[in-house]
């Protein structure tokens, strides 16, 4: 619960890692009594193992909703300001008392200030106001894109001519071919034909030999 939510998660977060390392070193540096020494020391290891355990910016584990991180805050308010009191070192360790005091006074302002609502899941989506801008946005590109595309076809078919000329292609279904008649070949004539006789060969050379002669 806060009465302002002015303070985001991030800087909340930042608030609680502080407070809960000061609480521990200034205990420990600071010294006094037992009691007031460890109310310091366990009260910011309690702070700080709740901020690991937040679903916010800062947290490692994050399983403690935002929401119920605050009740934690201010149950340490309440630790801060009644623990020297309550362990009666109010007056031995002033201090530590003082400063708790101060500590327990800061978590309470800052709580208080501090926006609860944070979600990691809103944090991921947009806004609807800043959705329907990008849709808006993303539809009129799309209407652009779809006028020059109806500019540039329609330009395209402008140049194109009205009909577009068929070349006649031949009928091959009638069409046959004359027949050609099949090349004849002729052996020629042997001049020395199988057929004559050895006589008559060596006859006709004699004679011819005489002739010449």
Known sequence: MSLVRFIPAWLHAIADYAVALSLIVVALVAGGPGKAVAA?????????????????????????????????DYLAVALLVAAPFALGFSHSARGLTIFYIGAGAAVLLVSLVTNYQYSPNRQVAARPADQGRSHRLAATQ???????????????QAKQPAYAPQTASPVWEDYESPAQPAPTYERPADPTPASRSLREILAERAATGQTAA
């Open 142 to 156: 799309t209407d652009d894109r779809s006028d020059a595309d109806r500019w540039f076809n329609a330009a395209a």
């Open 40 to 72: 310091g020391v366990v009260i910011g290891a309690v702070v700080l193992v709740v901020s690991m355990l937040t679903r916010y910016p800062l947290g490692i584990i994050k399983v403690l909703p935002f929401k119920v991180h605050s009740a934690g």
